[in-house]
């Protein structure tokens, strides 16, 4: 008697299922959840399960987190709520747990084409993209190409610089799918960096299509930041602080996220106190600074948020403003009365430096070193030297892996600079450079390497020691913004894989900074030969 | 740092340390000294961060049980103790804003508040006048729809005990008492008891009961 009950009710919620399944299809979302509460009543855990794909599919992400995970947690085997959980996930630009949920769910379902793009997806924005391209070439037919897989593969070969490759791809996937969006995007980020000017009419392409896409807007203005068509790139820059762009934007910290944010400086009422809160990325943050002193005679009641290891210099460059821990942002609210909000530091370019005139015209050094150590450390080097030229060096760049790809040139490739004679380099290389000491060991006489400072805590004796030198020779790092805006020499050598926006495109002299000559390395030149030229034109150069 | 200075040659490399001369936790976090944290934000705008672990405390738990006051909420602090004023400005420049109306009645003689810089001077300013609103002791409980908020010293007895006695009427609040840890200082047991009250005693030294009606 007890079975037949239990058959029967395993039936009722087979056929309730199957009644979701159909609303579903039918896009009947509000039929589908009133069959879903009944199934919750049934047997909670898949009834959940069922909630939260109808919750998804009205892209009600919090809802549908909340059924998802409890369902999952009501019954590890519950595989429709794991399955649903990734593109959830996704969707919350949370790709840490989309990968984590992604990788069970591919050992389970690895046939899946669902599951894997998915879960390949999710590789993909956690900057995995050998395992990425991996899952995607495992799913890629070449007899019926699909359009997310191509996609996918298109911008995992970008990201691995394989652009052979990805342009091949590229335009094969243009002739199957000509009216795609997708791929009207994925050109123009493919081109974003090589070839600007052609992206920059994706984009505006790709705009007209889906005008509200932020994500989209938000590359653009990179583009367009590069091109200097600052007036329009500065206010699509602002895209970067929304959460649809997640953390390769510009996230501001968190203790501000409840805090009433004004993007607009024009907008800030002088009589009111205003808080300016740093942005993420120290070499950002300095070129942003180059209009600072500009914002403080407009807006002299301003309280700067910014990380500790930055206050010294900070207070001793900007005296007049006042200089508080991110801790402030909870007490925000709290006196909304007598401040106008915060505005983050990258918001107050718009108005400052609209144009190229405006940064060439305003070139004066901003940043002050602390002179009584930059004496000391000078005196020092040359007393242990020999009195001979100082030159520092930094040859790794970039915090994500994308980008220190793009910027790093290795130390080995610096033959013809280190071999300078006349000259000392010092290293100013933050972070783990223990690989690179061992392996020059002998090699350089004149290669210094400075223990005692950790460059990236103590970012005042870095500064110093930098300012101690005569001038310095980096790849495109946060070092050359520090040094460019106390007014240093630098030579800046960028690779062919890209460049920060400041940079542009083929100027020799950085219109931000007053004594920035740029290197570009083309790829008709070998990288030796790259580095030969520009230690050549050291050697010419009197300092 | 001082107790964990006199220890640490004994305690094996400690993933963590919270110590001041009275107390040494090993291997916990302490996140009132980060650069995000709050309380020693508001400590260093007022010329305090020399102040005891138990300020530090006081002002981050006071920070904590009031986070979700909003536009609707009306917020009475009554400070009993002219020990307690750091606490008392504490809230008033986390909250003045965020409330609908915050009141103050304040200890007869505040200490000396020193204000880091013009900012921090004008909350201060404001802070005073917030404290002359004609609120007073015998407001505390009179108004169902306010959170009040009593802060007392366990250093004057007869101060604990009126607290305690004028708690009894909150319906929605806290009473907070620095120093009820500390050996000797009155714990008002039988007032308490019979307000069916239990004091949490926490191990940075102060004690608290909340009204949750």
Known sequence: ?543 | MKLYELIKDRVKDPKGVISDSEMCLLNRRDFLFSETSAAKTFLGMYNALGVTYEMYSIIDFLFTCLCRVDSTSHLRIFQLSSTMTLPSLAMSVMFTDKVERIEMCLARENQKILPIDVYAKVLAKRFALQGDTGLHLSDIGNNEHAVDVLLCNSSNEAEVVSGFNAFRQVKKGLILIKGYGKFNAPNCGEITTAGGMNVHCTLAGFGFVLALR
């Open chain 1, 1 to 543: 008697m007890k079975n037949k009950k239990t058959d029967k009710g395993i039936e009722d919620a087979i056929a309730i299922s199957q009644q979701i399944d159909a609303h579903l299809k039918s896009e009947n979302y509000g039929e589908a959840m009133i069959e879903a509460e009944k199934l919750v009543s049934m047997n909670r855990s898949p009834g959940l399960a069922y909630k939260g794909l109808v919750h998804l599919r009205k892209n009600e992400l919090d809802f549908a987190e909340a059924a998802l995970v409890e369902s999952y947690q009501l019954n590890p085997k519950q595989h429709l709520a794991l399955v649903n959980l990734i593109p959830v996930y996704l969707k919350k630009r949370d790709f840490k747990k989309a990968v984590a949920f992604g990788e069970e769910a591919y050992k389970i379902f690895p046939k899946n084409e669902s599951v894997a793009i998915n879960y390949a997806a999710a590789l993909m924005q956690e900057q995995k993209y050998d395992q990425s391209l991996a899952i995607f070439n495992s799913l890629y037919d070449e007899k019926s190409p699909k359009l997310p897989i191509l996609s996918g593969l298109i911008s995992c070969y970008r990201s691995l610089f394989q652009t052979e490759k990805s342009d091949e791809l590229l335009a094969f996937a243009e002739r199957l799918f000509p009216d795609s969006q997708e791929l009207v995007r994925l050109r123009a980020d493919t081109f974003a960096e090589r070839d600007p000017k052609n992206a920059l009419s994706s984009f505006e392409k790709a705009l007209k299509n889906s005008s509200d896409n932020v994500a989209l807007k938000w590359n653009m203005s990179l583009v367009q930041l590069r091109l200097h068509k600052f007036d329009q790139g500065w206010s699509n820059y602002d895209n970067g602080l929304k959460p649809e762009v997640g953390k390769i934007g510009r996230p501001m910290p968190t203790l501000f996220n409840k805090s009433y944010m004004i993007t607009d400086p024009n907008e800030l009422d002088p009589m009111k106190w205003t808080i300016v809160v740093v942005e993420q990325g120290i070499g950002d943050q300095v070129l942003f600074f180059g209009c600072f002193r500009e914002f403080l005679i407009d807006y002299p009641k301003t309280i700067l948020i910014s990380e500790k290891r930055m206050r010294s210099i900070l207070s001793r460059s900007f005296s007049s403003c006042l200089l508080y821990p991110y801790g402030f942002g909870p007490l925000i609210d709290g006196n909304i009365r007598n401040t106008n909000g915060f505005i983050p530091l990258g918001c107050i370019q718009k108005k400052y430096r609209p144009s190229v005139d405006s940064y060439i015209s305003n070139q004066t050094p901003y940043l002050i070193p602390d002179q009584e150590k930059t004496e000391k450390y000078r005196s020092k080097l040359l007393q242990k030297t020999g009195n001979k030229q100082l030159v520092g060096i930094s040859w790794k760049g970039g915090y994500w892996e994308r980008a220190q790809k793009t910027k790093t040139l290795e130390l080995d490739y610096w033959e013809s600079i280190l071999q300078l004679k006349d000259y000392i380099f010092v290293s100013l290389q933050y972070g783990d450079v223990e690989r690179e000491k061992n392996r020059m060991q002998g090699r350089y006489e004149n290669l210094k390497w400075i223990d005692g400072i950790d460059f990236k805590a103590d970012l005042d004796s870095w500064f110093a020691l930098a300012c101690a030198c005569d001038r310095v020779v980096s790849v495109s790092t946060a070092l050359v913004h520090f040094v460019g805006a106390a007014g240093k020499k630098v030579d800046l050598l960028l690779s062919d894989r890209g460049a920060p926006f400041i940079w542009g495109l083929e100027e020799k002299k950085a219109i931000a900074y007053r004594d920035i000559t740029i290197h570009r390395k083309t790829p008709e030149v070998t990288i030796q030969e790259f580095f030969k030229s520009v230690a050549n034109r050291i050697k010419h150069e009197t300092l």
